[in-house]
Nanobody, 127 residues
């Protein structure tokens, strides 16, 4: 069992930056595939970024390429999402998720490919 707690959301102006954090419980954090998803009001949850395992392979949605960076600190059991050049369309609740291995870049793009979820943190980007 893995418990995930996100933090770092807030209100930011367009062009600004935020760093989201996801603190994970348990001693086996390093073996999980970890990802970020987001859900805007009235829309389906969508993939943002993933780290398949121990930083070995990262994958991004087109919407965040060049602006978002996913990283993990296994010693701290923490996943991060650095978001730069934020746009109003990035406004959403951002969720951290973990997947039990084996995982692939493809399975981690889908919400149903993840096994554990945090409760989310709200990011609001004003124009």
């Amino acid at each position: 069992q893995v418990q995930l707690v996100e933090s770092g959301g807030g209100l930011v102006q367009a062009g600004g930056s935020l760093r989201l954090s996801c603190a994970a419980s348990g001693r086996t954090f390093s073996i999980y595939g970890m990802g970020w998803f987001r859900q805007a009001p009235g829309k389906e949850r969508e993939f943002v970024a993933a780290d398949t395992m121990s930083g070995g392979s990262t994958v991004y949605a087109d919407s965040g390429k060049g602006r978002f960076t996913i990283s993990r600190d296994n010693a701290k059991n923490t996943l991060y999402l650095q978001m730069n050049s934020l746009k109003p369309e990035d406004t959403a609740v951002y969720y951290c998720a973990a997947a039990i291995p084996p995982v692939t870049r493809e399975t981690m793009r889908k919400p149903d490919g993840m096994d554990y979820w945090g409760k989310g943190t709200l990011v609001t980007v004003s124009s």
